[in-house]
């Protein structure tokens, strides 16, 4: 039994395109300079990021639909990335005690707005045919369907 780890891009046409994990990951954690999709600079991209166990039946350990800015320059946006550094951070700052107890609750309420903006702001839905989509790009080469399993983000 292995993992794996499995990007695609979400076009607007809800067409997806698979993308190898490093060159992911040297756009948009490393923040590798020499890396540009030119193709999708000035872009909001949607992308479905698919935690895979490998076995003999594939199944979708976790899975995270989240956007990526690219800057005109075709690099991951700078300014997009601090704030959605910034805004991740918010989601957990009240759980750490900072407030003093006659404010709280206010503070479950900022906490349920600040998560309802994340998902908002940083996360996307998948729709059916997006899904089926995935599922059918994740099937190439292993067999029958009906074993792998996507579903939406709780």
Do not use: C
Not at 1 to 27: K, P, W
Not at 33 to 44: I, V
Not at 63 to 89: M, P, Q, T
């Amino acid at each position: 039994m292995g993992t794996s780890l499995r990007i695609f891009l979400v076009h607007d046409d809800d067409s997806i395109e698979r993308i190898a994990a490093a060159r992911f990951q040297r756009l948009f954690g490393r923040r590798d300079l020499g890396e540009r999709w030119p193709q999708h600079a000035g872009k909001r991209l949607r992308y479905a990021m698919l935690y895979l166990e490998t076995d003999d039946e594939m199944k979708v350990l976790h899975s995270d639909f989240a956007f990526i800015d690219i800057d005109a320059d075709g690099r991951h946006d700078a300014e997009s990335y601090r704030k959605s550094l910034h805004d991740a951070v918010n989601l957990v700052s009240g759980s750490f005690g900072q407030y003093p107890q006659a404010k709280q609750s206010n503070v479950i309420g900022e906490q349920a707005f600040r998560q309802r903006r994340h998902k908002v702001e940083h996360r996307w839905e998948p729709s059916p045919a997006t899904l089926e989509a995935l599922r059918e790009a994740l099937s190439v080469g292993r067999g029958s369907r009906k074993s792998l399993r996507v579903s939406r983000p709780s």
